[in-house]
């Protein structure tokens, strides 16, 4: 059976992400990408928080979806209504305010079991969504 | 022992699946993402394409909006062909 590595761009809306080096492996259905969706949806949880990334409201959406939460339970854990959840997962390209980017970051690292700096500037985002962030998944 | 369209609806519950590169670009043209994949795995109904190995997914995405999605078994691995 035929084995290469290529890369793969985007996860859900996040189409910013490129894995590179994925496994890849010929199938009577066509290339099919060989490595468990979960691993690469990891990566790219991890990423929003450690480089920073903007978080918008398709952000929002991808990170509650990767952390398998109902949007009482996201609302719950933030301490904010529901309704705050669904007005910014609504606005996928609006960003959301410094203060609850930094609060759901430190979420996310929290779930994750990631350590991150505590001092506010460092937990701010950079400016701009990049155009391409690249992720290891080989 | 399960059945196959219990094994189908597991594999998408638990992300025991690849995606075929078709169906990455699809899912990407469509805004699916693993969630709502997991999501199908607990509302989905499996139906099996007559004449063919292929398994038809229908139910709902992690939004509660409806999702299909066709598939096939390899051995124990789920293949997502389709969006």
Redo the contacts between chains.
């Keep these: 059976m035929k084995r290469w590595k290529e890369d793969i761009i985007g996860i859900g809306r996040l189409d910013y992400f490129v894995f590179k080096d994925v496994p890849m492996r010929e199938s009577e259905w066509g290339p099919v990408i060989d490595v468990r969706e979960r691993t690469m949806e990891l990566l790219a949880l991890r990423a929003l928080v450690t480089q920073r990334l903007p978080i918008r409201g398709a952000e929002v959406r991808f990170i509650r979806g990767a952390l398998m939460l109902t949007i009482q339970e996201f609302a719950a854990k933030l301490h904010l209504t529901h309704g705050a959840i669904q007005g910014w997962e609504k606005a996928p390209k609006s960003r959301l305010l410094p203060v609850n980017e930094i609060a759901l970051r430190s979420l996310v690292a929290e779930e994750l079991g990631l350590k991150i700096l505590g001092h506010f500037s460092e937990l701010l985002g950079v400016d701009t969504t990049p155009k391409r962030v690249e992720l290891l998944a080989g | 022992m399960k059945t196959d369209s219990e094994h189908v609806l597991w594999c998408l519950e638990s992300?025991?699946?690849?995606?075929?590169?078709?169906a990455?670009q699809r899912?990407?043209e469509r805004?699916?993402?693993?969630?709502?994949?997991?999501t199908l795995g607990q509302t989905g109904i499996v139906f099996l394409e007559r004449d063919s190995k292929k398994f038809l997914i229908k139910g709902s995405d992690?939004?509660g909006d409806s999702l299909t999605l066709v598939a096939?078994l390899?051995f124990d691995v789920l293949?997502i062909?389709l969006f």
């Design positions: 992300g025991n699946y690849r995606l075929t590169a078709h990455k899912a990407l805004g699916i993402e693993p969630a709502d994949i997991r992690f939004s096939v390899e293949i062909t």
